[in-house]
């Protein structure tokens, strides 16, 4: 079937390979950057607390969730989940972290555009990121027998719809490292070749949504591919 020709495969090889590699170079950037002690002997916990006051943020807790990279910004609760060793470690690694998901605070304090794109975007997202593959794979075998197109559209369409997310995710991203990089400037929470560690951590933190987003367009561009080739 189209779903899995060479060309389909390679994207996908590709795709996992460019992960596997910016995954796994993420993971060694953290692990050695947790290893080094924040001359402010400031915990996670602390620099987000002190992060989210220096911003006028009254509103926002910070809590601990377990398990590992499972940091996040919850607007519905007004919460920064920091995962155990972020929200206790005194290091380089859970301070750029922390920050970063301050960042989405202070993004969502601020009705920061890109972050209320996205926000609304979330509930077809869903929708579609269920429905997708079911109604991709569903349009090949409908014009593999008979020649229709329609449902394979349909199927890009939703797919189109998760590449459009991932694609507005990025400056959601960027944009709250770029916040938290200049707070741990100008608040001498980080300095020197502190400050330089905490920006490649959270550089290559960015990088895992940039290669979903490519992954993820390229995917895209093959099925239309195929569509727009079937309907000539």
Do not use: C
């Not at 950037?29 to 911003?55: C, H, T, W």
């Not at 229709?148 to 507005?168: C, K, P, Q, S, Y």
């Amino acid at each position: 079937m189209y779903g899995f020709s060479p060309i389909y495969m390679i994207i996908i090889a590709v795709s996992m390979g460019a992960s596997a590699l910016v995954g796994n170079m993420l993971k060694r950037r953290f692990k050695e950057y947790s290893q080094i002690p924040m001359k402010s002997g400031l915990s996670g916990k602390d620099v987000a607390e002190k992060m989210l006051a220096d911003n006028g943020i009254t509103d926002v807790k910070v809590v601990s969730v377990p398990g590992q990279l499972t940091d996040h910004y919850n607007p519905a609760t007004k919460t920064v989940n920091l995962s155990d060793w972020v929200y206790g470690e005194r290091t380089v690694a859970a301070a750029a972290v922390s920050a970063h998901e301050v960042g989405h605070a202070i993004q969502h304090a601020t009705s920061y555009t890109w972050l209320n794109f996205r926000s609304k975007m979330v509930p077809t997202v869903q929708f579609s990121g269920k429905m997708t593959q079911f109604v991709i794979m569903a349009g090949f075998a409908v014009m593999a027998f008979s020649g229709n197109t329609m449902v394979l559209g349909a199927g890009i369409a939703l797919f189109a719809v998760t590449t459009l997310f991932a694609f507005v995710t990025l400056p959601v991203e960027f944009d709250a490292s770029n916040r938290a990089l200049a707070w741990l400037n100008t608040a001498n929470i980080t300095s020197g070749e502190e400050h330089v560690k905490a920006k490649s951590a959270l550089k290559w933190a960015a990088s895992t949504y940039v290669v979903a987003a490519l992954a993820s367009l390229a995917q895209l561009l093959y099925y239309l591919m195929i569509f727009l080739n079937r309907r000539d």
